[in-house]
T-cell receptor
Framework: GQNIDQPTEMTATEGAIVQINCTYQTSGFNGLFWYQQHAGEAPTFLSYNVLDGLEEKGRFSSFLSRSKGYSYLLLKELQMKDSASYLCAVRDSNYQLIWGAGTKLIIKP | DVKVTQSSRYLVKRTGEKVFLECVQDMDHENMFWYRQDPGLGLRLIYFSYDVKMKEKGDIPEGYSVSREKKERFSLILESASTNQTSMYLC??????????????FGAGSRLTVL
């Protein structure tokens, strides 16, 4: 079966760095997405990786290793507003999205 | 920016009632999706549509139907609501960014409680 694994919850301190991991087993691979979802709100797109390596967007970076079935989202200089759930999703060979359950990130002052 | 509007943020219905969830997008996108989101589970696709009058089953279509009579509107219908359909329902549409990612844009969600 197809599976996306990510930690259920993580806690970090304001100003610090946190890495949220995502491992996947899917039928084929056509890209990996990270979305951010604040409580009670819609998920919003953060990043997209289709080739191995690091994609940087300001304070957020996303890394992909297709051979290892692994990605991480790196958040630097954490702010209180970064408290949210982070969803990892992989597009399989049929171009269907498989979603992880999300990682709830709690930022403490 | 694409806007995806879901008509109801919160609904409370009784078992057996017919429920309509409406979704409207303003960017002339062909692709529209309905997901449900439950605690501890990833988003699960209920139905999607690639064009007017067209619909495709997702992973969990049982107990649901959809309607796409106009390009901008995609409706999710629960013919006879049951308590196990209590959930957050998310509508989404796709567009392309410069990398061709087909990024999903979501509506704010409709939280349905079935008593």
């Amino acid at each position: 079966g197809q599976n996306i694994d990510q930690p259920t919850e993580m806690t970090a301190t304001e100003g610090a760095i946190v890495q949220i991991n995502c491992t996947y087993q899917t039928s084929g691979f056509n890209g990996l997405f990270w979305y951010q979802q604040h409580a009670g709100e819609a998920p919003t797109f953060l990043s997209y990786n289709v080739l191995d390596g690091l994609e940087e967007k300001g304070r957020f970076s996303s890394f992909l290793s297709r051979s290892k079935g692994y990605s991480y989202l790196l958040l630097k200089e954490l702010q209180m507003k970064d408290s949210a759930s982070y969803l990892c999703a992989v597009r399989d060979s049929n171009y269907q999205l498989i979603w992880g359950a999300g990682t709830k990130l709690i930022i403490k002052p | 920016d694409v806007k995806v509007t879901q008509s109801s943020r919160y609904l409370v219905k009784r078992t057996g009632e017919k429920v309509f969830l409406e979704c409207v997008q303003d960017m002339d996108h062909e692709n529209m999706f309905w997901y449900r989101q439950d605690p501890g589970l990833g988003l699960r696709l209920i139905y999607f549509s690639y064009d007017v009058k067209m619909k495709e089953k997702g992973d969990i279509p049982e107990g649901y139907s959809v309607s796409r009579e106009k390009k901008e509107r995609f409706s999710l219908i629960l013919e006879s609501a049951s308590t196990n359909q209590t959930s957050m329902y998310l509508c989404a549409t796709t567009g392309r960014d410069l990398g061709g990612a087909n990024v999903l844009t979501f509506g704010a969600g409709s939280r349905l409680t079935v008593l």
